[in-house]
Structures are given as structure tokens and as C-alpha cells.
């Protein structure tokens, strides 16, 4: 099967080299959709002979689906700057055979928290569907949380091997992604007219801490699981105080 990888980038010098070195043999084709680095993420790029797009930011699924038109190979592998492919994930992939076009193959993740893999938590389990042909699968335009649209007859096969996920460099940078997803997804329901009900603002943060850090065995990834779960609760109760924000701004 030829294949593209797409991957998304904006000030990632200090993981997308890695992230770069993994593909190597994997494909004749990246894409690097860039929206405004200002570290050397653009030199490193360049510096691996891969396809470069610099844009603006106009959300996750808008810029990955720029990348995915201007992919050369109709397959494509969509993973983020901070994500990096496994040995056996890229042994999967180099052997598949070609597959009919409402296939999308699924990856497990394997996530770390500032080096350290997180087992449990909010991110047990964790599985994404990361390849498929750009003919019949796109991303939604929402800005955060972005979702594959699946062809209604899909096929999802799981693929053997990782991604590995390195998504939190520092607590003042997971502090700060969190604040910003948070208003985004505030944003999104706004637009959606969803309301921030009490239940909304107070009853769901709790049930989410205690769903992660307790009934998905959050615990046992020891303080750092503890920050996660917490935090997770948190990022519900700030987006539901954003979107009450929101609708008092648009009655003034």
C-alpha cells in the first residue's frame, strides 16, 4: 500500500525531529502543515526533506484536511507533531496489502505524561482510527476535538503496534492546552446552543473525576495519574463556565 503521512505542527522543535526519524522507509511522502512556528520546527522540517505547508491556525480538522489534499497517495496516516510510530506499528503498515477504499485502520496509544506512560486513567485504552483513504474519510472542521467522518459502510481494522504519544512536555504547557481547549469547546457549544446547567457545571466535573481516577484505575498512575484526572475534571467545569461567560456576553 502507498501511503502520505500529514502531520500538523505549530512550535514542536523539541519532539517533531523524532517524530520524523520514526517514518523513515515508511513513505515517499510527508506533509507538514505548519500554522505559524516561531521556534525551529520549519528548519527541522526542511532539514528532512519533507512536503511543507505554512498556513494560519483555522482548527485541527480544517488543517489536517489540507494536508490530506495535498497528499500524493490516496491512503493517508494523520498523526500530530508529538506522536511517534513504533517499530512493530511501522511493520503493520509497511505489510498491508492494498484495501477497499471504506477501510480505516485503528492504532493504540500509548501515552506519556512529561516521559512517563500513563496506563490508566482518562487514557486507558486508549485507540484512534489514524489511517484511511482521503477519497472516502475526512475530518470534521470543528476546532478542537476534531473527528474522522466515516463512510457509512466502513471497515475499521486494528493495526498491530504503538503510536507514542509523548502529549505533555511540562505542567505549565498541559495547564495552558488545557485553558485552551476549554474555551474552544466552550465556543463549539455556544455556537450549538448547548446550555451550562447546574448539573452541567457541578455534577459532571465530579462524576468524571471519579469515573477516571477510580473506576478506570487512575490511581495506580500515581501522582501524575492523580494531576490527569483531576485536571480532566477541571477542563469540564472551566468549559461549562466559559459557555455560561459566552451567553452573558451576548445579552450585553
Given at each position: 500500500m502507498k501511503l502520505s503521512v500529514v502531520i500538523i505542527t505549530k512550535n514542536e522543535a523539541h519532539i517533531i525531529g523524532k517524530t520524523l526519524a520514526a517514518l523513515s522507509g515508511l513513505t515517499d511522502d510527508i506533509i507538514v502543515v505548519d500554522s505559524g512556528s516561531t521556534d525551529d520546527t520549519i528548519n527541522i522540517c526542511r532539514s528532512a526533506g519533507v512536503k511543507i505547508i505554512q498556513t494560519t491556525w483555522e482548527g485541527y480538522g480544517i488543517n489536517k484536511n489540507k494536508g490530506n489534499d495535498a497528499a500524493r497517495y490516496d491512503w493517508v496516516l494523520s498523526l500530530d507533531a508529538d506522536e511517534?510510530?513504533?517499530?512493530?506499528?511501522?511493520?503493520?503498515?509497511?505489510?498491508?496489502?492494498?484495501?477497499?477504499?471504506?477501510?480505516?485502520?485503528?492504532?493504540?496509544?500509548?501515552?506519556?505524561?512529561?516521559?512517563?506512560?500513563?496506563?490508566?486513567?482518562?487514557?486507558?485504552?486508549?485507540?484512534?482510527?489514524?489511517?484511511?483513504?482521503?477519497?472516502?474519510?475526512?475530518?470534521?472542521?470543528?476546532?478542537?476535538?476534531?473527528?474522522?467522518?466515516?463512510?457509512?459502510?466502513?471497515?475499521?481494522?486494528?493495526?498491530?503496534?504503538?503510536?507514542?504519544h509523548y502529549t505533555v512536555d511540562s505542567i505549565p504547557d498541559y495547564i495552558h492546552k488545557?485553558?485552551?481547549?476549554?474555551?474552544?469547546?466552550?465556543?463549539?457549544?455556544?455556537?450549538?446552543?448547548?446550555?451550562?446547567?447546574?448539573?452541567?457545571?457541578?455534577?459532571?466535573?465530579?462524576?468524571?473525576?471519579?469515573?477516571?481516577?477510580?473506576?478506570?484505575?487512575?490511581?495506580?498512575?500515581?501522582?501524575?495519574?492523580?494531576?490527569?484526572?483531576?485536571?480532566?475534571?477541571w477542563y469540564s467545569f472551566i468549559k461549562y463556565v466559559f459557555l455560561r461567560e459566552l451567553y452573558k456576553q451576548d445579552k450585553q
Open positions: 511517534v510510530v513504533d517499530e512493530e506499528l511501522k511493520r503493520s503498515i509497511a505489510a498491508l496489502p492494498e484495501q477497499e477504499a471504506n477501510t480505516v485502520y485503528t492504532i493504540a496509544y500509548k501515552n506519556y505524561f512529561c516521559n512517563k506512560r500513563i496506563r490508566y486513567g482518562v487514557w486507558r485504552n486508549d485507540r484512534h482510527a489514524r489511517l484511511f483513504n482521503r477519497n472516502y474519510v475526512s475530518w470534521n472542521t470543528t476546532e478542537v476535538h476534531e473527528k474522522l467522518i466515516l463512510p457509512q459502510q466502513e471497515k475499521a481494522l486494528p493495526l498491530a503496534g504503538y503510536v507514542q488545557t485553558m485552551l481547549y476549554a474555551k474552544a469547546g466552550a465556543k463549539q457549544y455556544f455556537l450549538k446552543k448547548k446550555k451550562a446547567s447546574f448539573v452541567k457545571l457541578y455534577i459532571a466535573p465530579t462524576f468524571s473525576f471519579i469515573h477516571a481516577y477510580i473506576l478506570r484505575f487512575g490511581f495506580l498512575d500515581g501522582w501524575e495519574g492523580f494531576l490527569i484526572c483531576k485536571t480532566y475534571a
